[in-house]
Every structure is written in structure tokens, then in C-alpha cells.
């Protein structure tokens, strides 16, 4: 039996798991960060929280007798990708990273990118026309992800984030807890109901929270996006079917 590893919380790696438990001979095993206070829940064999670093995944990796690792983690979680790359090159494991792709501008999209959330609180308090002052921000980089944002004082955010989100806040803000996917209607309803000047997302890519790209385009909105943390140096699919049929490869 191939006991593999599926570093998840995405919705690629609810699929590959149930794509894997149909698969004899392979028994797939999900970690999750437990950042979430009802993750959606994978099929099989489940784990929640940190091993202790690269080190403590490497212990864990051999003490469960895991013979692969797939890193299927949000893009923007680059230190469990990199805990992976350290432990599975130490044990020999082959390791398979699935990443879904990045968004792309289109016609008609007014996208400014940035390298690290804090370019893009510093670009916010740069940004602003004789139409608007984008005072009022639409953000949506996650919970985790607010501090950079804190001292912008002269702007006013919604806030959206699947649980309550951590502080330091922005003082002028509303937070509005939500989980995705989201609708086109829905976004554009969003907007104009808070009067948004500016959206600001990670590039997180997905067709489950796409939306607001396409209803910031339709209200001719500028959008700053964040870019993705360097890709590491290992295998990459970008679809759960894609990695089965890499686990199917290394587990005969
Ligand atoms: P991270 O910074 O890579 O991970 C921090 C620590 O959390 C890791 O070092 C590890 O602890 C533990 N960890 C992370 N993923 C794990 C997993 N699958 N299983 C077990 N332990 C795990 O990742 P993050 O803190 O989860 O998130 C970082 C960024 O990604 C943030 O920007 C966040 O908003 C984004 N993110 C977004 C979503 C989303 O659905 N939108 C989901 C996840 C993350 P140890 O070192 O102790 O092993």
C-alpha cells in the first residue's frame, strides 16, 4: 500500500483525495493547516495542524512510512511548500507540487501587480484620480493577511474573509464574513452597494473566486494584485486529475 501525503485545504486537494481513495493500492492521507474553523472536510484519512517546521515533517513523513508527497496548498503558502521540499529531498521522496494557474488581465481590465502585500498598501495610499481618490478599498487578501494595511487611516476598507480576521485592522473598515464561491451579480451588487474606488487580491487563481475580477472590469475599477511567492524547484500539475495520474506513476 502507497501511503501518500496530500498537503491540502484547497479545493484541488479535496479532489485528488477522492480521487485517491477510488484508487487501489494507494492510501492518501490530507493534512490541513487548521486555520479554518469548519474546513471543508476531505475524503479519507485526515490530519489538522503543523508538524514543527521541515524538520518535524520529515520525522512525520517517516514515522507514517509516507512514500510521496503531493503539495497541493494554496499558492500563497510558500512556507509549508518549502517545509516539503526540504523534508521530501531529505527522505528521497518524490514530490509533486499542484498549483492551479494564475489569473490573466483581459480587455478592459485596469490591473496594477505588485510584488508583496505591503507594496500594495504603499501603492494604495499612491493611487487616486480626479474621478475618484480610492479611498474606499475592497480587500480581499485573507485574514492572515491585514497588517500591512493597518495604518492607512485615511482610507476605508471592506474587508471580506472566510473567519473573522486577525488584527491589527485598518481603523476605518467593515469586515463581512463570507466563503466562496461567489457570483458575478453578487460582486458587482457588492461594489456598488459600498461604493468600492479599488479591489486588492492576491493572485490566487480559480474559477471560485474569479468573480470580482470580471464585475471590478465591468465597473472599470483598478485592481492590485498581488503576485505569487517564487515557484520552487519541483514538478508542477495543475489539476487534480494531473496528479493522480502522478501518484498512479510513483505508487507502481
Ligand atoms: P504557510 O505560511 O505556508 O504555513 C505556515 C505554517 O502552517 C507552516 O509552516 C505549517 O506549520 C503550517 N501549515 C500550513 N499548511 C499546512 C498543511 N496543509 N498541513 C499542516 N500544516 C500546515 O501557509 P498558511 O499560513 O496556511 O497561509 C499562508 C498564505 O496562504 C496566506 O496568505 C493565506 O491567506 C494563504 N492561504 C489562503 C487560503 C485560501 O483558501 N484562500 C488557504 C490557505 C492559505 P509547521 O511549520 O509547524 O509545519
Not at 475592497?138 to 485615511?154: E, H, I, N, V, Y
Not at 470580471?214 to 519541483?234: C, E, N, W
Request: net charge neutral; charged share 20%; aromatic share 4%.
Amino acid at each position: 500500500m502507497a501511503r501518500v501525503l496530500i498537503l491540502g485545504g484547497t479545493s484541488e486537494a479535496r479532489a485528488l483525495a477522492a480521487l485517491l481513495v477510488a484508487l487501489p493500492g494507494v492510501e492518501p492521507v490530507s493534512s490541513l493547516a487548521g486555520r479554518l474553523a469548519e474546513p471543508a472536510r476531505p475524503e479519507g484519512e485526515m490530519r489538522i495542524g503543523g508538524f514543527g517546521g521541515a524538520t518535524g515533517l520529515e520525522r512525520w513523513l517517516a514515522a507514517q512510512t509516507i512514500t510521496a508527497v503531493v503539495d497541493a496548498t494554496h499558492p500563497f503558502a510558500a512556507t509549508i511548500s518549502r517545509s516539503a521540499a526540504v523534508a521530501t529531498s531529505a527522505l528521497g521522496l518524490p514530490l509533486l507540487v499542484v498549483r492551479r494557474p494564475g489569473w490573466t488581465e483581459r480587455d478592459g481590465d485596469d490591473w496594477r501587480r505588485v510584488p508583496s502585500l505591503t507594496a500594495a498598501a504603499q501603492l494604495l495610499t499612491e493611487l487616486g484620480s480626479g474621478r475618484s481618490q480610492a479611498e474606499r478599498v475592497f480587500l480581499t487578501t485573507g485574514r492572515q493577511d491585514l497588517a500591512p494595511f493597518a495604518s492607512l487611516a485615511r482610507h476605508w476598507f471592506l474587508i471580506r474573509s472566510i473567519d473573522p480576521p486577525d488584527e491589527p485592522l485598518p481603523a476605518r473598515h467593515e469586515v463581512f464574513l463570507a466563503r466562496g464561491p461567489f457570483t458575478l451579480d453578487g460582486e458587482r451588487a457588492l461594489m456598488r452597494q459600498h461604493r468600492i474606488d479599488v479591489l486588492v487580491t492576491k493572485d490566487s487563481g480559480g474559477a471560485l473566486t474569479e468573480a470580482k475580477l470580471t464585475a471590478a472590469r465591468d465597473l472599470s475599477l483598478p485592481v492590485i494584485v498581488v503576485d505569487r511567492p517564487p515557484a520552487l524547484d519541483a514538478p508542477v500539475v495543475e489539476t487534480a486529475n494531473a496528479a493522480a495520474e502522478w501518484v498512479a506513476s510513483v505508487a507502481n
